[in-house]
């Protein structure tokens, strides 16, 4: 797990704002996930990536957006289209999709002003 | 696609007895199950996961049963303790595709 780091902790996102939240990995993993957590919800797949720049759209992908240029790297965008971003934020990655087990960064909660 | 339902959506026990967790699955093509704990306000953790061509895996106090031909998989946890206090999820998938998650069981473990 100390191999995944999610930055920042806590976001702040204003009105008409675009944010990004950071995922990087060092465990050579080939496949990355971004999950929304809400209360009584579980875990929604929001985008995946089983290689470097390729990524899938998931259950919820309306209003983020993503880019996978480096095999280390998944930032997440939560764009102004999304009109309830507020949520905590779950990043992970596996050797590769579907088959192996899934490592998890340490979240990020963004909350909207 | 995939279709993953998890009961109870809350679970209380005594400390020492039993607690177990029950998932079914849709897609018959679904070959990896594998179960996380999530402490508050922490990251899901992986417990322990079975694959389709076992019928059980057991680590320690924790135990995963899986019945392919009903599509559900059960998590059993014995002599439960306060730390064992968590959601847990459960999960579904296949090669090259995303995983599934149950939408969790909160377990309260009272001492």
């Known amino acids: 797990d100390g191999g995944i780091t999610q930055s920042p902790k806590y976001l702040f996102r204003k009105e008409g704002q675009n944010v990004t939240l950071s995922c990087e990995q060092n465990?050579?993993?080939?496949?990355m996930y971004w999950y929304r957590q809400d209360p009584g919800q579980g875990l929604r797949l929001i985008y995946y990536s089983q290689i470097v720049n390729d990524f899938q759209k998931g259950d919820i992908a309306e209003g983020y957006s993503v880019s996978r240029e480096k095999k280390e790297s998944f930032p997440l965008t939560v764009t102004s289209a999304q009109k309830n971003p507020t949520a905590f934020y779950l990043c992970?990655?596996?050797?590769?999709?579907?088959?192996?087990?899934?490592?998890f960064g340490p979240g990020t909660r963004l909350l909207v002003l | 696609g995939e279709n993953v339902e998890q009961h109870p959506s809350t679970l209380s026990v005594q400390e020492g007895d039993s607690a177990v967790i029950k998932c079914t699955y849709s897609?018959?093509?679904?070959?990896?199950f594998p179960w996380y704990k999530q402490e508050l306000g922490k990251r899901p953790q992986l417990i322990i996961d079975i694959r389709s061509n076992v019928g059980e895996k057991k680590d320690q106090r924790i135990a995963v049963t899986l019945n392919k031909t009903a599509k559900h998989f059960s998590l059993h946890i014995t002599e439960t303790q306060p730390e064992d206090s968590a959601v847990y999820f459960c999960?579904?998938?296949?090669?090259?595709?995303?995983?599934?998650f149950g939408t969790g069981t909160s377990l309260t473990v009272i001492p």
């Open positions: 897609d018959s093509a679904s070959n990896y």
């Open positions: 999960a579904a998938s296949k090669r090259s595709r995303q995983f599934y």
């Open positions: 465990l050579n993993h080939d496949a």
């Open positions: 992970a990655s596996s050797i590769q999709t579907g088959q192996e087990t899934q490592y």
